[in-house]
């Protein structure tokens, strides 16, 4: 529907096409539902559940002697706002994989994060350089409020898919919802599809 | 379609509202009465999507929080500040009048809210137009869950900047256990003897004391306000499961 008057601003014009109903943000909103997760590296830990296997964990000191990459990439918000050129540094997903030895045979997974957020991702979509642990915004530390000193990053979807504070994953047969999707928003989340809400 | 539980199952699909009244609430901030196709019932704390379409196709979503309480049927109110290098709040500001049709969908939310079964001590803490979420909640409480003991802090920058001012007065002279207290950031009335200053621990901290217990907090306001007022209320002793946030961007339009 045509809105009366209406021609769009469009402030300042984007470099690029962004996905369909998303503005171009040059600052750095928050979004969290709670307050913001007080985690010292000191106190940060990443586990990886192996069921039967057990559990393989990461500290702040053995993340950072991982091998580490830098990510240039576009923000996409569920809340309309889209980020551009951001640059992060951490750990591809794909090695954390691989130093546990494992190549789950289960399709989805949920991740945790501390303070008990949790959000569910199919494991193709953090296989294949998709995903990454990342300890560094724009060459800095990540500010608490942004989930620092450690979160996850899943560019390709919603960034409510790229959990702060990250803690956990665990391997699921089968998917099911985290927060945000127990809550009305989509189970998967792809911003190109405009999948915000259940049934987009 | 949304049931009383907040989820929505099935396809959230866009609906044409009518512009039923516009409310000039501050010197920025008014409330449009819309009227859809068919009323979803919501509850408190929960916000529609908002759709802009120009000539050439393009399109713009934001986000309005609902100001109305879901006893008000029908109806719902979105009450929206103009930020002045926005592109949806000019719109509604400068262009829409009584009559027009808007795109919309929702109503979308689910941990910011709160209902009259959740129960108290409430705290809710407002900055700016943060309030308007928190509007619903009152409004809601004074219809259905007046038994609740509730305290409203609102953070405005002046006493022209307060939005539903004639209405929060009024509740908290009702004398039903809702106390309030305003705080000014950048003037304060003449002879004013309240708070003048930003949020802080001790502000916060006396408020949980006049409360005497918090059972639930919810913050509205802009990012940075948030932040300090989340942080405070947990450092006031409050335990983070209890608080909820919702943030408005820097450039929340």
Known sequence: MLSRGFFGVRRPKPPRDIPPGQYYETGFPVLTYGPTERVSTADWKFTIDLGEDGSKSWNWDELLAMPQTDIHTDIHCVTKWSMLDSDWKGVDLDVFFEQAGVDPSEDYLMVRSFGGYTTNLPVSDVRDGKAFIVHEFDGEPIAPEHGGPVRMIVPHLYFWKSAKWVESIRFMDQDAPGFWESNGYHMYGDPWREQRYWGD | ?253
């Open chain 2, 1 to 253: 379609m949304a049931n009383t539980e907040g989820r929505q199952p099935g396809k959230l699909v866009w609906h044409v509202a009518t512009v039923e009244s516009i409310t000039v609430e501050t010197y920025r901030v008014k409330t449009y009465r819309l009227r859809p196709p068919t009323w979803a019932s919501f509850r408190p704390g929960m916000h529609y999507d908002i759709r802009l379409t120009a000539p050439d196709g393009y399109q713009t979503q934001r986000s309005y929080s609902i100001a109305t309480a879901p006893e008000t049927r029908s109806v719902l109110d979105l009450t929206i500040e103009k930020i002045v290098d926005g592109e949806v709040s000019p719109y509604f500001h400068d262009v829409v009048v009584i009559g027009d049709r808007v795109e919309m969908r929702g109503p979308i939310g689910g941990p910011f809210t709160w209902t009259g079964s959740m129960g108290g001590p409430l705290l809710l803490v407002a900055g700016g137009s943060g309030i308007v979420p928190l509007m619903s909640m009152l409004r809601h409480r004074d219809s259905t869950a007046r038994h609740v003991q509730t305290f409203l802090l609102y953070s405005s920058r002046s006493l022209d900047d307060v939005i539903y001012r004639e209405e929060l007065d009024a509740l908290a002279e009702a004398g039903n256990g809702l106390q309030m207290a305003h705080t000014f950031t950048r003037s304060a009335p003449e002879g004013w003897d309240g708070y003048a200053r930003r949020v802080d621990v001790e502000m916060l901290s006396d408020v949980f004391n006049r409360l005497g217990a918090i059972g639930r907090a919810y913050i509205c306001g802009p990012d940075g306000f948030v932040e300090t007022a989340a942080n405070a209320l947990v450092d006031a002793g409050v335990s983070p499961e209890r608080v909820r946030t919702e943030r408005f961007g820097p450039t929340g339009t």
